[in-house]
């Protein structure tokens, strides 16, 4: 698997997740981003993150050359990357530019995503091990 770019593992069916992903402009800052379904996707680097020990139902994770990151450490390192165009995203990247308040905030966005999920009647992702 080419080390090129960087790789994101989210969850497609989640509402919030697809949403960020999208919002985040990171092609615009840093070039080749690949998105990765992980409800849908057979790709690799699925099972490479599930194989790091990342809960795939507890945040997304991501690859970066050699460094793999998961939860609140992504949305922190995707709020240094991210373009400053639109308003949604200048304050996102606020936000989560700082290590602790990204710390701090995800597990409660977590819990929201877990809720939505489950009153939307969607199952966790399957973990194939």
């Given at each position: 698997?080419?080390?090129?770019g960087i ?7 989640c ?9 985040v402009?990171?092609r615009?800052?840093?070039g080749?981003?690949r998105?990765?379904?992980a409800?849908?996707s057979?790709d ?7 194989a ?5 139902n507890?945040?997304?994770a ?8 998961h939860?609140?450490a ?8 991210s ?19 990204s ?5 409660i ?14 199952r966790?992702i399957?973990d194939p091990?």
């Open positions: 698997m080419s080390n090129d790789w994101i593992v989210y969850d497609g069916e509402p919030f997740c697809s949403a960020y992903v999208k919002l402009r990171l615009d800052a840093v080749k981003v998105l990765v379904d409800r849908s057979d690799p680097i699925v099972g490479e993150m599930r790091r020990g990342f809960d795939l507890q945040g997304m991501m690859k970066m050359g050699d460094e793999y990151l939860g609140d992504v949305i922190h390192r995707l709020a240094l990357m373009g400053p165009s639109g308003t949604l995203n200048r304050v996102q990247a606020w936000v989560f530019r700082s290590r602790r308040r710390a701090l905030l995800y597990p966005m977590r819990a929201g995503r877990n809720a939505t999920l489950k009153l939307m009647g969607r966790p399957p091990r």
